[in-house]
């Protein structure tokens, strides 16, 4: 978990970089970024900051110096010289000479890793290098499965199929929960979503977007970490209160819609909050478009939730 907030920060940060100069602080460089090309630090040189490459190799040759994080998106990465903080690379190979020193973590997505002897990585490896570290969460062909080792292809569908069962299991526990501790809140913010779709849809992506960013700037800065960390919580339980509450809504619906009986609301929403979560999921193994629809479900269930005042006010 720590290295996956470390990877959010760090593609935040690549962000940022190519954002431009406006991001710096305290005077200090925010670093170089370099599009389309390769880029190569000769022997004796030191680059300050980070450095982001979009689209080709870089190279880090002996007795040269990184006073940062190296990132590269697709493509290879050489390295023979020092790299002060972390190495990553997405869709590209890295490749670590025995003069390599990586005072960081050195984390490889989608690509291999080769370390000759003598190379120092001084935090921790995190390497993606085959398909198989995708399987255990993506077990169909075009999500990237070898469909050529059946074993893994069914002990990959058995760890699905128990996470699936066990997140629609908790999600519908707290659906329940929800409508029995805070029903009005949770109805303000499904009719909200249900009234102003176009209206929550843009807040929903508008919070999504800012918060998320503001916060990993705020981490970032270290002093203000806490800050930061209080965002992306406040973040993620007002994404839940929505997905819930919006559940709660289809539950009541489906309930309508099958029987006359008068069913209790804990079991109404946890049907709903099942339901959401099961279709979520099943939605996002749509190749390309699963995760926009799902993308879509939480952004219209956030922005209720912040048209509402976290379902303290009905909208107007």
Same mark, same amino acid.
């Given at each position: 978990?720590?290295?996956?907030?470390?990877? *959010?920060?760090?593609? +935040?940060?690549?962000?940022?970089?190519?954002?431009g100069?406006?991001?710096?602080?305290?005077?200090?460089?925010?670093?170089?970024? +370099?599009?389309?090309?390769?880029?190569?630090?000769?022997?004796?040189?030191?680059?300050?900051?980070?450095? $982001?490459?979009?689209?080709?190799?870089?190279?880090i040759?002996?007795n040269?110096?990184?006073?940062?994080?190296?990132?590269?998106? !697709?493509?290879?990465?050489?390295?023979?010289?020092?790299?002060?903080?972390?190495? $990553?690379?997405?869709?590209?190979?890295?490749?670590?000479?025995?003069?390599?020193?990586?005072? &960081?973590?050195?984390m490889?997505?989608?690509?291999?890793?080769?370390?000759?002897?003598?190379?120092? /990585?001084?935090?921790?490896?995190?390497?993606?290098?085959t398909? %198989?570290? %995708?399987?255990?969460?993506?077990? %169909?062909?075009? =999500?990237?499965?070898?469909?050529? =080792?059946?074993?893994?292809?069914?002990?990959?569908?058995?760890w699905? !199929?128990?996470?699936?069962?066990?997140?629609?299991?908790?999600?519908?526990?707290?659906?329940?929960?929800? /409508?029995v501790? %805070?029903p009005?809140?949770a109805?303000?913010?499904?009719?909200?979503?249900?009234?102003?779709? *176009?209206?929550?849809? &843009?807040?929903?992506?508008?919070?999504?977007?800012?918060?998320?960013?503001?916060?990993?700037?705020?981490?970032?800065?270290?002093c203000?970490?806490?800050?930061?960390?209080?965002?992306?919580?406040?973040?993620?339980?007002? $994404?839940?209160? !929505? =997905?819930?509450?919006?559940?709660?809504?289809?539950?009541?619906?489906?309930?309508?819609?099958?029987?006359a009986?008068?069913?209790?609301?804990?079991?109404?929403?946890?049907?709903?909050? !099942?339901?959401?979560?099961?279709?979520?999921?099943?939605?996002d193994?749509?190749?390309?478009?699963?995760?926009?629809?799902?993308? *879509?479900?939480?952004?219209?269930?956030?922005?209720? /939730? $912040?048209?509402?005042?976290? &379902?303290?006010?009905?909208?107007?």
């Amino acid at each position: 978990m720590k290295a996956l907030y470390r990877v *959010l920060a760090l593609v +935040v940060l690549s962000l940022m970089i190519a954002a431009g100069p406006v991001l710096a602080t305290d005077g200090q460089p925010p670093g170089q970024v +370099v599009f389309g090309s390769d880029f190569t630090l000769r022997s004796g040189e030191s680059l300050a900051g980070d450095l $982001v490459v979009f689209g080709g190799n870089v190279t880090i040759e002996q007795n040269s110096r990184v006073e940062g994080n190296v990132i590269a998106w !697709g493509g290879d990465v050489e390295i023979a010289g020092e790299v002060e903080e972390d190495v $990553v690379a997405f869709g590209g190979n890295v490749y670590l000479a025995e003069t390599a020193r990586v005072n &960081g973590d050195l984390m490889v997505f989608g690509g291999e890793s080769q370390l000759e002897e003598g190379a120092v /990585v001084r935090g921790q490896q995190v390497l993606n290098t085959t398909g %198989w570290a %995708w399987s255990q969460w993506h077990i %169909w062909p075009w =999500r990237g499965f070898p469909v050529g =080792r059946p074993g893994e292809f069914l002990t990959a569908l058995f760890w699905q !199929g128990l996470r699936v069962t066990l997140e629609t299991l908790l999600m519908a526990a707290l659906a329940g929960i929800l /409508v029995v501790l %805070w029903p009005q809140g949770a109805a303000r913010v499904g009719r909200s979503a249900v009234k102003v779709p *176009l209206a929550s849809f &843009g807040m929903g992506l508008l919070t999504l977007l800012a918060a998320t960013v503001i916060g990993i700037v705020l981490i970032l800065t270290l002093c203000l970490s806490p800050i930061g960390v209080a965002v992306l919580l406040a973040l993620v339980v007002a $994404v839940f209160f !929505g =997905r819930l509450s919006l559940g709660i809504l289809l539950g009541e619906r489906v309930v309508a819609a099958l029987t006359a009986r008068t069913v209790a609301p804990f079991w109404v929403a946890a049907l709903g909050g !099942g339901l959401i979560t099961l279709l979520l999921r099943l939605l996002d193994l749509v190749p390309c478009l699963g995760w926009a629809l799902g993308l *879509l479900v939480t952004c219209v269930g956030l922005g209720a /939730v $912040v048209l509402t005042r976290f &379902g303290t006010a009905d909208v107007a």
